[in-house]
């Protein structure tokens, strides 16, 4: 029996795991309790780390579709067949014949971390669509606008805050995102046992909400309401006090005449939040010495999700506490850029071109997923014929899953990185099993750079890979070689090319530490096992806290964090404004142009409010998104997957309390059973996501024991966020009514 450090892949958190292993098994998982960032800290899915591992639906070998069924195959007739399949297509129908989709773990692996811009690069296709779109697109659209930088996305300064008032999140179930905090449950607690007060705004009294000073049951797609409200507040009663930042802002002006038309008044009605405590909301938050606004999934996943991602920012500029301690700060991470010295960027440009069937506008260079069925399924030029599934399961996560499935089996082909065969991955006609996360290296390239403090930390294998297996990043770096058409290449030359590539860029560039040196040699200083190493040693080193190969002997290589298993502490989080900017003007540009056109928008719904009952979605502790109901640890107790309804609604529409309720959305209709609770306020239902496994060709035995039904069939996806693509789910009016099978 052996231990082995691992950090945990399954949530935002990056708990370090201190894994037990007996013959080649992950027998146990506990916290590291040396871990410099986690603690100690485990949830129960960190504990179940071991059965999620060592499921025996995962898929083992690869599969090769031969007359229709999936079978058995070896690595090279798999990456054979890949090539065989996307050749023909890309040479008769060009780049745009094939879509990418990027699911959710990309951003929790090494090879999701380092291959797929790679990918797009060769694949050369404007068809890219992810989890982003699903998600925290608005975040994005909104900080690109802002900071001229999509990817700078400011978090709350959780451990030095003393108010933190928190919209459409419930980190005691998801613990935590876009704000990477193991034990975001404890560090909430320790806010308030300083004094500090914690707000939640969430249509349901979450298990967040029980725990606050203060629960606002907003209605739910009214959160820019009730922040522009706090906006108009603030400058009506004199409270906008941006301090230090001021000189690095432009727009409050323009932000101040927006604002005029949303006094409390105005929007209480919509928001079901009265006008006095939209006041005191502002006027607490502004008084609190450090005090932050921090908005997640139920302010992104919305209507207005860019508008309210936005006025998140505005709200926390305004009260002087952007850039600041215990306010909303950027993370600088290991192997995130260097600081240079501040000047004016390239701007951020949205719609640089647009989706073919609905002319949707592409965000960050992806389009809406919404609009991948109809790309799939209307005829004509670039349409997509080709689909690289990696790591996603769209089937489940995006609306109008019915849709989506009969279009998948449409495909001319179709590949999946997926370690199951789920409802997703079936339609495959190759499907590329990755290896257990026990057997997988982990760096956070992701959630680093959303970290509540600076830190850096990086798991080896913790088991070595059978001898019939391939890494993810060896897998991914195969199909970049079958995309640009050399299939036969060794992977390891995607990795040297990149390291070329970027050093010959470092040394050319003056503010480099390497600038001026022979990029050869520099590659020849690597350390590492394989290329991913290689890669991340080179990152480690050019990034803000490395060695520079040799220029600061004190500072980060591979080499040194290795030495450090538990990781190495790099400090609370520090200003960064205004060297992180990079929009046109240099300043925080706070009242971008697309931003204040989109308020037309805002102003209408006022007058133009949904009747009927609205459907929130919810996250449980003991699940992530579709694919951890396969796991029996994490799936005993009652039914997770059931409509929750308000007292008063469940006796107003002749509801009972186990019995069937059937709900109606614009995308479909479905049957589930109801728990009454207060949890939720009047006029919204709630349903998770994630589940609805009883598809045929599913090899998921226990998920399919318990199937649930698939909350996103309820939406057609017609409604989304114009100005990032991100579907609205939720906030989504639905009709409830008993079940007539009852
Ligand atoms: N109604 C509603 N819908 C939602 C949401 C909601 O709140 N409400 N949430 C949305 C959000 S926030 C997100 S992020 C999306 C997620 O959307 P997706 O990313 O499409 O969904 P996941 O369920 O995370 O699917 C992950 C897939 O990756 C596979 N996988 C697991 N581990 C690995 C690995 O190590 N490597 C590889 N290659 N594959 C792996 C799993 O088997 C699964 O097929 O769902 C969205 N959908
Ligand atoms: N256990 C577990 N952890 C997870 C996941 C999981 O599936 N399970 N998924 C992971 C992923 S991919 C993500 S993106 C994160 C998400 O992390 P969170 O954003 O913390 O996720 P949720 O728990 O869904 O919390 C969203 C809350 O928004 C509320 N809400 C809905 N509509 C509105 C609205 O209009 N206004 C306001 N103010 N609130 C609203 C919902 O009631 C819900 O409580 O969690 C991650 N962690
Ligand atoms: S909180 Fe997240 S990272 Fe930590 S053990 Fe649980 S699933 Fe893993
Ligand atoms: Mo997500």
Redesign the pocket.
């Known amino acids: 029996m052996s231990t082995a450090l691992r950090i945990c892949p399954l949530?935002?958190a990056t708990c370090g795991l201190t894994l037990t292993i007996d013959e080649g098994r992950v027998t146990g998982a506990r916290g590291d309790r040396e871990d410099v960032f986690s603690n100690g800290f485990i949830c129960p899915?960190g504990a179940a780390f071991g059965e999620l591992d060592a499921d025996p639906d995962r898929l083992r070998r690869p599969l090769v579709r031969r007359a229709g069924r999936l079978e058995e195959a070896s690595w090279d007739e798999a990456f054979a067949a890949v090539a065989e399949g996307l050749a023909p297509l890309l040479r008769e129908h060009g780049p745009q014949s094939v879509g990418v989709v990027l699911g959710?773990p990309n951003v929790h692996t090494v090879a999701g971390g380092l291959y797929p811009p790679l990918l797009l690069g060769a694949l050369r296709t404007r068809n890219v669509f992810s989890?982003s779109t699903l998600?925290?697109m608005p975040k994005h659209v909104s900080s690109g606008l802002l900071y001229g930088d999509a990817n700078a996305l400011p978090v709350p300064d959780l451990d030095r805050t003393d108010h933190l008032l928190m919209?459409?999140?419930?980190?005691l179930?998801?613990?935590?995102?876009l704000c990477t905090a193991p034990d975001f449950p404890g560090r909430l607690r320790a806010l308030r046992r300083r004094g500090g007060r914690l707000v939640v705004?969430?249509?349901?009294r979450?298990r967040t909400a029980a725990m606050a000073d203060r629960h606002v049951a907003?209605r739910?797609?009214?959160?820019a309401l009730l922040l522009f409200a706090m906006v108009q507040v603030l400058f009506a009663e004199d409270l906008v006090a941006p301090g230090p930042l001021a000189e690095h802002i432009s727009g409050v002006e323009e932000v101040r005449r927006l604002a005029a038309d949303f006094p409390p008044e105005a929007v209480a009605g919509a928001c079901d939040v009265p006008a006095e405590e939209i006041r005191t909301l502002a006027r607490e938050l502004a008084a609190a010495p450090k005090g932050v606004v921090y908005?997640?999934?139920?302010?992104t996943t919305?209507e207005f999700g860019t508008l309210t991602s936005w006025l998140v920012d505005v709200v926390n500029v305004l009260i002087g506490q952007l850039d600041r301690p215990g306010g909303m700060m950027f993370p600088l991470s290991a192997t995130g850029r260097r600081e240079r010295p501040a000047r004016p960027g390239k701007g951020f440009a949205l719609g640089r071109w647009h989706s073919r069937v609905s002319g949707y506008p592409e965000a960050k260079g992806e389009l809406p997923t919404v609009a991948l069925a109809e790309e799939i399924e209307t005829e004509g030029e670039g349409r997509i014929r080709a689909v690289l599934s990696i790591a996603a399961n769209p089937v489940l996560s995006a609306p109008d899953g019915d849709r989506l499935d009969r279009a998948l089996a449409g495909l001319d082909f179709m590949v999946s990185v997926d370690p199951y065969l789920n409802e997703t991955s079936r339609h495959a006609h190759v499907v590329l099993p990755p290896p257990p996360p026990s057997r997988s290296p982990h760096f956070d390239y992701a959630f680093n750079s959303l970290a509540v403090r600076n830190q850096v930390r990086y798991s080896r294998p913790a088991i070595p890979l059978e001898a019939d297996r391939i890494s993810e990043s060896a897998i991914l770096a195969r199909l970049v070689l079958c995309a640009s058409g050399q299939g036969g290449a060794d992977p390891e030359a995607v990795d040297a090319m990149v390291i070329q590539g970027t050093l010959g860029k470092e040394v050319a560039d003056p503010a480099s530490p390497v600038h001026g040196r022979e990029p050869g040699a520099l590659a020849a200083l690597l350390t590492g096992v394989d290329g991913p190493e290689r890669r991340l040693d080179m990152m480690l080193r050019l990034g803000p806290y490395g060695d520079g190969f040799g220029a600061d002997p004190d500072g980060l290589s591979l080499e040194k964090l290795l030495a450090h298993p538990h990781g190495i502490d790099l400090g609370p989080l520090r200003p960064r404004v205004p060297g992180l900017l990079k929009t046109r003007s240099g300043t925080v540009e706070l009242c971008p142009e697309p931003l204040a056109a989109d308020v037309d928008r805002l102003r209408r719904s006022l007058a133009d409010r949904p009747s009927g009952l609205l459907l929130?979605?919810?996250?449980?502790?003991?699940?992530?998104?579709s694919w951890m109901h396969n796991v029996p640890a994490l799936m005993g107790g009652s039914n997770r997957c059931t409509l929750q309804v308000h007292p008063e609604d469940a006796t107003r529409l002749g509801l009972d309390d186990g019995g069937l309720a059937r709900v109606k959305g614009d995308g479909g209709e479905l049957e589930v059973p109801v728990e009454v609770t207060d949890a939720v306020r009047t006029g919204v239902v709630?349903l998770p996501h994630?589940w609805g496994h009883a598809r045929p060709g599913v090899r998921l035995s226990v998920a399919g024991a318990r199937p649930g039904v698939n909350v996103n069939q309820l939406f057609d996806g017609s409604r989304l966020d114009p100005l990032s693509g991100t579907a609205v789910l939720?906030?989504h009016p639905v009709h409830v009514s008993p079940s007539l099978r009852h």
């Open positions: 949530c935002e899915k959710n989890a998600d925290q919209l459409g999140a419930n980190p179930d998801s613990n935590g995102s705004v969430d249509p349901r979450t907003i739910p797609g009214t959160d908005g997640r999934i139920g302010s919305v929130v979605g919810r996250r449980h502790l003991r699940s992530n998104n709630s994630g939720n906030g």
